[in-house]
């Protein structure tokens, strides 16, 4: 992952906008969470989706779920909220098994297996994650995804009406150990900064839809 094609500074804040552009991704909804996501569908045929509250606005923190489908030959997949690999929340994600999948919150200071991220929390929802005999998925409420950082590095948000660079990267080769959260894992085979257009990820009652998954 590299730098996101943009971020806009105000003042401290930094707002995690691009320009107008085609967006990458497009509207999806999913039948089995009846969530509505933004999605992404990379080269390696895996799918990014992401699903945000209808009422939230510029400026304000919020939570978002993170839907990820992949290949059962996909080692790992990886999402980054800021667009690329370092300083912003990273999820990870591979499958254990044939019946678990594991979501690892990280955060890179380098280019290096990123160590465990406290600041964002992950709760994996039952209904949207599974493995099956071609893919794994996962489908997960994330607090602290939407704004990070400090008086240091800086304060970063997303700005979820409009257009937002997200990033990913993925590896066919397994991490080191499925049944461990905080595995180390190999480099990427592949990384991409797909554009989203979040108008299309906006969910009318979103945390009663979420609290029933």
Known sequence: ???????????????????????????????ATGLKFASYSS???????VAVPS????????????????P???GWAGFAWGGS?????????????TNNVVLSSRIAYGYYTPPVYTSANYTILKTGTHV??????????????????????????????????????YSSNQVDHPA???SSFGI?????HPIFELAVAKNDNFAATVAKL
């Open 1 to 31: 992952m590299h730098l996101p094609r943009a971020l806009a500074g105000v003042a401290s804040a930094l707002s995690l906008s691009s320009r107008q552009f085609e967006p990458d991704s497009v509207a999806y909804s999913d039948a």
């Open 43 to 49: 080269d390696g045929h895996v799918q990014f989706r």
């Open 55 to 70: 009422t939230v606005t510029a400026g304000t923190e919020f939570d978002a779920v993170l839907q990820v489908v992949a």
């Open 72 to 74: 059962v030959s996909m």
């Open 85 to 97: 690999m370092t300083y912003n929340p990273l999820a990870i994600v591979w499958a254990n098994g």
């Open 132 to 169: 099956n005999a071609t893919h794994f998925q996962v489908t997960a409420l994330c607090k602290g995804c939407s704004k990070w950082g400090d008086e240091e590095t800086g304060i970063t948000e997303i700005d979820p009406t409009q257009q937002v660079t997200f990033g990913f990267a």
């Open 180 to 182: 461990d959260i905080e």
């Open 188 to 192: 990427h085979d592949s990384t991409g």
